[in-house]
Nanobody, 121 residues
Framework: QVQLVESGGDLVQAGGSLRLSCVASGSIFSINAMAWYRQGSGKRRELVATITSGDSTNYRDSVKGRFTISRDNAKNTVYLQMNSLKPEDTAVYYC???????????????WGQGTQVTVSS
């Protein structure tokens, strides 16, 4: 009933920029926190950035000052602006959202299918 669809992944040279988008659709009453994770080849999935419903943000140390997470609540969309990209940023990037279907106080976690970001040196 709920889908998260990412877009914006691409091949880019080191030092370049990309903007990822993730749209949540379906029977959504409200979205609490949203986040971006990534998983490099042969590596564990790691948290990149989070944003709360109140627009409070948090980043992993390695992307601070280079990446910016934002959201458009009217569009149920979260973005990840990635600047000064490095080869070590190469990974599949996944969108994550915690949302509710109604005002019953229950929240559920959803994941997108992922979008590939490749940074060449």
């Amino acid at each position: 009933q709920v889908q998260l669809v990412e877009s914006g992944g691409d091949l880019v040279q080191a030092g370049g920029s990309l903007r990822l988008s993730c749209v949540a659709s379906g029977s959504i009453f409200s979205i609490n926190a949203m986040a971006w994770y990534r998983q490099g080849s042969g590596k564990r999935r790691e948290l990149v950035a989070t944003i709360t419903s109140g627009d409070s943000t948090n980043y992993r140390d390695s992307v601070k000052g280079r990446f910016t997470i934002s959201r458009d609540n009217a569009k149920n969309t979260v973005y990840l602006q990635m600047n000064s990209l490095k080869p070590e940023d190469t990974a599949v990037y996944y969108c994550n959202a915690v949302l509710s279907y109604s005002d019953d106080g229950n929240f559920y976690e959803y994941w997108g299918q992922g979008t590939q970001v490749t940074v060449s040196s």
